[in-house]
């Protein structure tokens, strides 16, 4: 393979984690039953949150104006990420995904229902490139469920967004409504950072809370390592052998070691899991998928071993964050990758990934 | 070197920063109530507008757990990774030999303030 990065910006790009917002909780209230409005701008009542972030989330430099919030403009946002950039398609992740972690199990449903319709309402009709995530709280697997079969056919929802802090590891099968709901509506599952350590979920580090935001971020993907690991060795992959999973903000250098992992202990622990026809790994790379950002920024060619260790071509998928702090500029990490290794990550796995070339343009001429 | 006549003197105030186009380079201009700052507008990391981030101060070096603020207003944090520089040298505080964002002298003459190119 030619290892040579590529300075070329002509291929297309499709952006797996762009972040709309809301201008404030107030726009939520058409689409949320009366009964909620009185907590919805409450002081931390809507979405607990707690660790402090010396860095805002949002970067100071991409707000619309008027003192508006990054990302809760979609024209400006359009302008400021999918035209400067030439980016074909952004997935839309959204802003709630602290939802997970509400006490109130129906009120995080709400919310994120709500959310979901102002995102159709104000986002989707604006251009042509958005394609939606349907959020679900997950304190309720059922609620969730219900919301998916809710929006599932909306021609422009391409997937349903699980955000990663949970009590309980995913793999569990409390949690296959959901996944029962994503497969009748064929749409992929996404899991996004958000929700850890924060409410009613299990600690940020798994030996407790951290002192500090630095301490915290650098820990953040054993959520990612600890859903991955438990959706696999729950067999999750035979239970809907369709599903597939795609893991957001989470960093990439962690799959391999993971991987080898689970590869390893299967000769040894198989017994347990007698439900698990492959090898872990094969499941992996079978079913899920991985986003660049925040991508680890080792020098390039300890990288681009790491992308082939994961086996980059077909797992990873390229993402910007926009308009968060950490996000990625797409110049930034395509440029770091050789020809063809570029095009799939850059576009071709998420086209895949999202039938974006096939029945995407099928379904949105099936009236459900 | 040339002399860029970049604005006049009270038209940026403490504190902020105005961004300018010098001869095809965004350029940021500082004032920190005493001295004008000539900063190129380009984080070296990802190249993100580095003078729409924040001016400050940090935390200096300590032992474990003791914290000390200081070099308040000498203290340029990027408005995307929070990446620092500081706005005397242009160096990053991480990594001042690697990481370094152009910074240009600036006099005031005639009410003038004059960016040095």
Redesign the interface.
Known sequence: MDLAPTKSKSSSIIDCDFHQTLKSFEDLKPYLPRVWWPRLCAPEATLPITIFK??PLS????SPGKGLPPGSDPQYAIEDALNRYNISKAVLTGSLLTVSAHNNPDYAAAIASAFNDYTLDHWIPTDDRFLASILVATQDPVLAAREIDRLGSHPKVVQVLLPVGSREPFGQRRFYPIYEAAVRNNLVVAIHGGGEGDGINPPISAVGQPTTNFERHNILAIHHMSQLNSIVCEGVFETFPTLKVIFIEGGLAWVPHLMWRMDKNFRGMRNEVPWLKKKPSEYIIEHCRFTTQPIEEPDNHELIQMLSMMRAEKTVLFATDYPH?????P??VLNKLPGELRRRIAYENAAELYELNHSHVEKEGVSR | MRKYNAAEVGEIEVGDCKILNIEGRSIGIYYDGENYFAIRNVCPHEQAELCKGTFTGTTLASKPHEYIYGMDGEILVCPWHGWEFNVKTGQSLVDPNKYKVKVYDVEVENNRIVVNL
Do not use: E, G
């Not at chain 1, 970067?59 to 991409?62: F, G, L, M, N, P």
């Not at chain 1, 702090?325 to 500029?329: E, F, Q």
């Open positions: 010396p860095i970067r100071r430099d991409a702090w950490d996000n990625d500029s110049t930034f």
